[in-house]
């Protein structure tokens, strides 16, 4: 079974308009952490946001939060106000603690285009 | 910016050779990982270093070996490059072995013709 799950291979959004990309997961350990990194086309894998599986609040940077619904094994990325800049793949990662040195466990990946 | 290098940035080689990648960081992190990325599949593991000279394989290991002798580098070695293993090699640092993020490095772009 895919651990982390990417549903949206593409999307579009305007210019200065809020999207959602979607993140489910699946883990059995009560520790972990979620990961959302931005993949420019310059190839760079740039860290955006972490939520901690204990935190009780969404985590928040700037324009990016992360809506965790914990139940539904959900952790959406939410971009406000969408600039030209964020066209990129957007990759959603967990952590599990006792999983290969805590490593990264990635999804497929999101392209998102903005468009002006 | 964490301080991540690899070197080298691209390379191309034949079928058979060997090849040495070299991720390199000034954080004095102890955790030090190799990903690579292909189409379809992501990132994936291929080794990690949980310490000078202590590693461990990862999910795609086969093919691959790693040194660390010291907690700034760690090598990863294709011993007899084939077409499958032409890909963008990651590696990745982190402080701790809780859930915390990694950062990464900027990418080698293996080509093996």
């Known amino acids: 079974a895919q651990k982390i799950t990417q549903t949206q291979p593409g999307m579009f959004v305007q210019e200065k308009e809020a999207v959602t990309l979607d993140c489910t997961y699946d883990?059995?350990?009560?520790?972990?952490?979620l990961f959302w990194y931005k993949q420019p086309s310059s190839g760079e894998m740039i860290f955006l946001i972490y939520q901690g599986s204990y935190d009780q609040q969404n985590a928040t940077e700037g324009r990016y939060s992360l809506n965790f619904q914990k139940a539904r094994k959900s952790a959406n990325l939410v971009i406000s106000a969408s600039q030209l800049g964020d066209s990129a793949m957007y990759f959603c990662?967990?952590?599990?603690?006792?999983?290969?040195?805590?490593?990264?466990?990635f999804g497929g990946g999101t392209r998102l285009m903005v468009k002006p | 910016d964490a301080g991540i290098t690899q070197s080298p940035r691209h390379k191309v080689t034949e079928t058979g050779t060997p090849v040495t990648l070299r991720c390199h960081q000034t954080e004095n992190h102890r955790y030090m990982y190799w990903y690579r990325q292909d189409p379809g599949h992501g990132l994936r593991l291929i080794h990690y270093s949980y310490g000078v000279k202590d590693t461990d394989k990862g999910e795609v290991s086969d093919g691959y070996s790693v040194s660390r002798s010291k907690t700034e580098d760690f090598l990863l070695t294709l011993e007899s490059a084939t077409s499958s293993q032409t890909s963008v090699y990651f590696c990745a640092i982190s402080e701790s072995g809780g859930p915390y993020e990694q950062y990464f490095g900027p990418g080698t772009r293996l080509t093996v013709t």
């Open positions: 990662a967990m952590r599990e603690p006792k999983v290969m040195g805590n490593m990264l466990t």
């Open positions: 883990t059995s350990d009560p520790s972990y952490g």
